[in-house]
């Protein structure tokens, strides 16, 4: 069982395996297209193409007409039939890849461990890597599959916004940013026209967890730098724009041997909204 990285040559003899399922998360922020028209230009055989905002993501806006982040987590009912759609059992190992060095892939892999599926991993360094052990891409689109994953207790834990502003008192838990360092100090208005972070935020930019190759660090590194930001990983709650790249901070702590951390889903999008929260830079 695969339940955190996998590498491309550990992925390779598998992706003829009915028993394995594969996942191309692959997306742009600027261009919400880009994802699919990079899927059909070329993947990995048998994978199938999960879109984050259409089918990892629920309305912004929720039915009491409060803004709940630029990608808010779907009911769990509604992810589960998402999974078996995409023919996704109980015993399925299950492999998401992107081509950014897991930014988006971090994401679907929380969110399965979330429905409490452990049997699931991020293919280490993406298609990139995936193309340079030489393994080969397709443009073909495999059949629909239809699988029978159901709910079991979670692996991970959330909290809202409400408990992070609690915490901004109390200081209780260390509060991690994802984003990169000038969205954190509100100097990037076209992506967060509201500037600044949650104070008493640490800033980790999850690209600090990845080698020059886009791979992961080793485990024994990343352990040493996480510490020096956490401590006690159970007491650290993990966020970034709109809890997409937070996840990739939660991998790299699973990755380290540092487990426990929580993710806030609605991170800064959801917590500037409300001119109430207090904002730091």
Same mark, same amino acid.
């Given at each position: 069982?695969?339940?955190s990285?996998?590498?491309a040559t550990?992925?390779a ?8 399922v594969?996942?191309?998360? /692959?997306?742009?922020?600027? *261009?919400?297209n880009?994802g ?27 039915a009491d007409?409060?803004?709940r ?10 992810f589960?039939?998402?999974?078996? $759609?995409? =023919? ?6 299950? @492999?998401?890849?992107?081509a950014?060095g897991?930014?988006f892939?971090? /994401?679907?892999?929380?969110m399965l ?10 293919? *280490?360094?993406?298609?990139? $890597?995936?193309? %340079? ?18 709910e079991?207790p979670?692996?991970? =834990?959330? @909290?809202d916004a409400?408990? @992070?502003?609690?915490?901004? #008192?109390?200081a ?6 994802a /984003? ?9 208005e ?7 972070h949650?104070p008493? %935020? ?5 690209? *600090? ?12 590194q990343?352990?040493q730098e ?6 006690d ?8 724009? #709109?809890?997409?790249t937070?996840?990739?901070n ?6 380290a041997g540092?487990?426990? %951390?929580?993710?806030y ?8 909204s409300d001119a109430?929260?207090p904002?730091? /830079?």
């Amino acid at each position: 069982m695969y339940t955190s990285l996998i590498s491309a040559t550990e992925l390779a003899p598998h992706v003829d395996d009915q028993n394995w399922v594969v996942l191309d998360c /692959r997306h742009d922020l600027m *261009d919400t297209n880009a994802g699919q028209a990079a899927y059909d230009h070329g993947h990995i055989p048998g994978a199938q193409f999960v879109h984050l905002d259409q089918r990892l993501s629920a309305a912004k806006v929720g039915a009491d007409g409060v803004f709940r982040g630029r990608h808010p987590l779907p009911e769990k009912t509604d992810f589960i039939a998402t999974l078996q $759609a995409l =023919g996704i059992n109980d015993d399925s190992q299950v @492999v998401v890849y992107d081509a950014h060095g897991g930014m988006f892939a971090a /994401r679907l892999w929380w969110m399965l461990r979330w429905v409490g599926h452990k049997a699931v991993a991020v293919l *280490d360094g993406g298609l990139p $890597a995936w193309l %340079a052990a030489q393994q080969a891409a397709t443009t073909d689109v495999p059949a629909a599959r239809s699988g029978s994953i159901s709910e079991k207790p979670a692996l991970v =834990g959330t @909290v809202d916004a409400n408990q @992070v502003l609690a915490n901004i #008192s109390s200081a209780a838990r260390t509060l991690v940013d994802a /984003r990169a360092a000038d969205r954190f100090r509100g100097e990037n208005e076209t992506i967060d026209p509201v500037g600044g972070h949650i104070p008493g %935020a640490k800033n980790r930019f999850f690209k *600090d967890n990845l080698q020059a190759d886009g791979r992961f660090k080793p485990a024994e590194q990343l352990q040493q730098e996480w510490s020096a930001v956490v401590g006690d990983a159970s007491q650290a709650i993990m966020q970034c724009g #709109s809890g997409v790249t937070a996840c990739h901070n939660l991998l790299a702590l699973e990755v380290a041997g540092l487990p426990g %951390a929580a993710l806030y889903p609605g991170s800064w999008s959801e917590w500037c909204s409300d001119a109430n929260r207090p904002v730091a /830079r």
